[in-house]
């Protein structure tokens, strides 16, 4: 019972009290950032993409990988939204996140703005890789509580 109180009902009145303080203000800003973020999601377009060919070739432990992408952001901020590479193993005929690795935004000029990755895997062998764009903002409780997301 101290576990799930610890994990749930405590987290949760904390929240509240944040969302309920200063009149609501916290739950205010937070729906001004989703629907600003809503009405520009479209404009977001993806200007280039490098990275290596991870999907064909074997990733090996110890070495260095870089990957790039540039994006047209529309009105938003660079920091409004996330770019990571995913790795996925397939077991038993499912496919399994192992690794997860985050885009820094490098330079930003107008619209544009350069996300670079440098990575070295904890993993070797051969995965499925994915790079995807979410909606991402610090005051969120949790990545799901706003579904915005593009698959590169």
């Known amino acids: 019972m101290n576990d799930y109180e610890e994990q749930f009902y405590s987290k949760l009145e904390?929240?509240?009290k944040e969302i309920n303080a200063d009149d609501f203000q916290l739950a205010r800003d937070i729906t001004h950032w989703k629907q600003k973020v809503m009405r520009e999601w479209e404009n977001i377009d993806?200007?280039?993409?490098?990275?290596?060919?991870m999907d064909r070739e074997p990733i090996?432990?110890?070495?260095?990988?870089?990957?790039?992408?540039?994006l047209s952001i529309g009105f938003l901020q660079p920091f409004d939204i996330a770019v990571e590479m995913l790795f996925a193993e397939q077991n038993s005929g499912e496919k399994t996140?192992?690794?997860?690795?985050?885009?820094?935004?490098?330079?930003?000029?107008?619209?544009e703005v350069k996300?670079?990755?440098k990575f070295v895997p904890n993993a070797s062998g051969t995965f499925?890789?994915?790079?995807?764009?979410?909606?991402?903002?610090?005051?969120?409780?949790?990545?799901q509580d706003f579904c915005m997301v593009k698959w590169l």
């Open 14 to 16: 904390q929240r509240s």
């Open 46 to 53: 993806v200007l280039s993409l490098t990275r290596p060919d």
């Open 60 to 70: 090996f432990l110890g070495k260095e990988y870089e990957a790039e992408v540039v």
């Open 97 to 111: 996140i192992c690794m997860q690795h985050r885009f820094t935004p490098v330079s930003h000029s107008g619209s």
């Open 115 to 117: 996300y670079r990755l």
């Open 128 to 143: 499925s890789v994915g790079i995807r764009i979410y909606a991402d903002h610090k005051l969120l409780p949790h990545r």
